[in-house]
């Protein structure tokens, strides 16, 4: 038989690849059988998502009533979106309407782009500001009378989450897509003696329903864990510096590292706290686990600040380091130096929205 023959014979061709299959099966199971173990039955297998009765998912509670404490009667609380990202302002609903319950007015800080007032203007006439995850830099003058408004007793509530933490991930700024923190909030936080750290908290051995949604409970009895067995945080970062009042559980990791710890995601310093995550103050978050509670203390830390001089920062005036001039922490330098004002405590700029009680 000639070899062309041969190679177009189908009994010859079945032939060679039923060769070729044996050799292919001998191989493999000679490549099972020569490595450290053997490939384990799946009737072995004891992983908790084999058994869902054994799921790692632990639910939260959904139940109570965001309420405060403190009597709110007469306070000034601002809202920074001057130096925010596209805040949808429906989500912080429950905070503004909590606060304006208990007698508390509540500002937005729109900033001189919008024809607004400058931030160290507004802060004169405010007792609290909350600043959420601003993406917008702070100028040396507007540090320094965040400084100087701090320490007069003004109340600030710094509120971080990585910019953008996950794809399918959604914020009080929309979309989060990666886990870079957003920048601006770093020097603004150091001046307090508190840092973020880089990436998103995620456990996968305790959550509530998803990874990402972590578990934190508090450090001690304080005045913002009064009340608090335990909360949930989504994609938070963590928090340092400060004390220390909520952590995260164990096995806990940041995604930039991969390393698995307990991390602080609420802290205070002084007349300043901050939490890594703004998720805790949306519908979704409010009320999982014990999160009204928390947020009804953290709002009770804002208007139980007693700010004096009650019209702090105020400008510099030559030669002069008393009363309407720097105060500590203004700086000095032509940094340090805040805007000329008027004497008079300023009326709420038109242009900033303005929510009351009445």
């Known amino acids: 038989m000639s070899a062309d023959s041969l190679r177009s014979s189908p009994v010859v061709r079945a032939g060679f690849f039923a060769g070729i299959l044996v050799l292919s099966v001998i191989v493999g199971t000679v490549a099972i059988g020569g490595g450290a173990q053997s490939a384990p039955d799946v009737s072995q297998v004891n992983a908790p998502s084999f058994n869902s009765g054994e799921s790692v998912a632990t639910p939260a509670d959904e139940s109570g009533e965001l309420s405060m404490s403190a009597d709110a009667s007469g306070k000034v609380v601002v809202i920074d979106v001057?130096?925010?990202?596209?805040?949808?302002r429906e989500a912080?609903?429950?905070l503004v309407s909590t606060l304006t319950e208990n007698g508390a007015t509540v500002r937005y800080h729109v900033g001189e782009r919008q024809s607004g007032s400058p931030l160290n203007e507004s802060l004169r006439s405010a007792d609290a500001l909350v600043v959420l995850g601003a993406e917008q830099r702070y100028t040396k003058s507007e540090l320094n009378g965040l400084s100087a408004f701090s320490d007069a007793g003004g109340r600030v509530l710094l509120?971080?989450?990585p910019s953008q933490a996950s794809p399918a991930g959604l914020g009080l700024f929309g979309?989060?897509?990666?886990?870079?923190?957003?920048?601006p909030m770093a020097p603004l936080a150091s001046q307090y003696g508190l840092s973020y750290g880089n990436g998103y908290l995620y456990n996968m051995h305790e959550y509530d329903t998803n990874y990402q949604n972590v578990y934190a409970t508090p450090t001690g009895e304080t005045e913002l864990t009064e009340g608090v067995d335990r909360a949930v945080f989504y994609?938070?970062?963590p928090v340092q510096g400060g004390d220390t009042a909520l952590t995260t559980t164990e096995q806990t990791t940041l995604s930039k590292t991969r390393r698995q710890d307990t991390y602080g995601v609420v802290a205070r310093s002084g007349n300043v706290a901050t939490v890594g995550d703004t998720s805790v103050f949306t519908q979704e978050f409010l009320y999982r686990a014990d999160n009204e509670q928390l947020v009804g203390n953290l709002l009770d830390f804002l208007?139980?600040?007693e700010k004096s001089p009650a019209d702090a920062p105020r400008p510099p005036e030559s030669g002069n380091s008393g009363p309407g001039g720097s105060l500590p922490g203004a700086g000095t330098?032509?940094?340090?130096?805040l805007p000329s004002e008027p004497d008079a405590t300023p009326a709420p700029d038109p242009n900033e929205t303005v929510m009351s009680d009445e």
């Open 333 to 337: 330098g032509s940094g340090g130096v």
């Open 235 to 237: 994609a938070a970062i």
């Open 303 to 305: 208007v139980t600040g």
């Open 92 to 94: 912080l609903t429950p």
């Open 159 to 161: 509120l971080n989450e």
């Open 82 to 88: 001057a130096h925010a990202g596209d805040i949808d």
């Open 175 to 183: 979309p989060i897509r990666s886990d870079s923190v957003t920048k």
